[in-house]
């Protein structure tokens, strides 16, 4: 994995995981982005049962976690795509589906932060090796 804005991210030491989820999300992100977000990932690919995520802070706020895994996953999502994705891309996928899924999800600070990492987020996805597959599977 090739990642072209690797010095604009940045991987949150384990011990700064709480307070920086905190700041962006508050207590949603353990009771209800969290979840989902291994949800969607378990949902698009099966042979995904789990394990240790990383947690990367881009330079203008965007939030992404991803699998700590080096497999390709095969993987399929709700529009149709199919395809093969790393584990980056997986992550990758997983939290613009969760953002802008809970987006929706009412009125509040939470839906509101949820869009602005999506698009956030999204400022970065061109800049990814597995670019084409990552649009293809949110779009």
Not at 63 to 74: E, G
Not at 116 to 139: E, N
Request: hydrophobic residues 40%; charged residues 15%; aromatic residues 12%.
């Amino acid at each position: 994995m090739t990642d072209k804005t690797a010095e604009t991210r940045k991987l949150v030491p384990d011990n700064q995981r709480i307070e920086l989820t905190a700041k962006l999300f508050g207590s949603n992100f353990p009771l209800r982005l969290e979840p989902v977000i291994y949800t969607v990932a378990s949902k698009m690919a099966p042979a995904y049962q789990g394990g240790f995520w990383q947690f990367w802070h881009y330079a203008n706020g965007a939030f992404l976690m991803t699998p700590d895994d080096d497999r390709l996953f095969s993987a399929s999502s709700m529009n149709g795509w199919q395809g093969e994705l790393s584990a980056h891309a997986l992550g990758f996928v997983a939290c613009l589906t969760a953002f802008s899924h809970l987006s929706f999800s009412g009125d509040g600070t939470f839906p509101r932060e949820c869009a602005r990492q999506y698009h956030l987020l999204r400022q970065h996805l061109f800049c990814q090796d597995q670019a084409a597959a990552i649009l293809a599977a949110i779009d």
